[in-house]
């Protein structure tokens, strides 16, 4: 499973990309400059969590989650999922409000 690939705009003003996929219980992170160089990292899920409840998940499903999640703080981070919103410094709707109170 491969996520968008989200951007953002650095104080440098160069735009960064990040991009997170899975492939079976490996999670696969992408991150670096446009058009530069690229770094890679790997993270390797080796058992599920909640083992023996029914809400248990496989390695698969837990790197899935675990994908998915990081993903979305990205996102919450001021990552967008298009380049020209990024060079525009354009932040998504999840972020617009401010901080919510606790």
Same mark, same amino acid.
Not at 34 to 58: C, L
């Given at each position: 499973?491969?996520?968008? /690939?989200?951007?953002?705009? $650095?104080? /440098?003003? +160069?735009?960064?990309?990040? /991009?997170?996929?899975? /492939?079976? &219980?490996?999670?696969? +992170? ?5 058009? *530069? $160089?690229?770094?890679? +990292?790997?993270?390797? @899920?080796?058992?599920?969590?909640? @083992? *023996? !409840?029914? &809400? ?6 837990? $790197? ?5 999640? !990081? ?14 919103? $990024?060079?525009? *410094?354009?932040?998504?709707?999840? @972020? ?7």
């Amino acid at each position: 499973m491969k996520l968008t /690939t989200l951007y953002q705009k $650095a104080s /440098t003003g +160069t735009l960064q990309e990040w /991009t997170i996929s899975t /492939t079976k &219980n490996i999670i696969l +992170t992408e991150w670096g400059q446009v058009g *530069g $160089a690229i770094q890679k +990292t790997h993270d390797v @899920i080796k058992t599920g969590k909640s @083992i *023996g !409840r029914s &809400n248990e998940t496989t390695p698969d499903q837990q $790197a899935q989650l675990e994908a998915q999640s !990081r993903w979305e703080k990205k996102k919450k981070k001021g990552y967008v999922d298009d380049k020209e919103k $990024a060079m525009a *410094g354009e932040v998504d709707s999840i @972020i617009k409000g401010g901080i919510f109170p606790m």
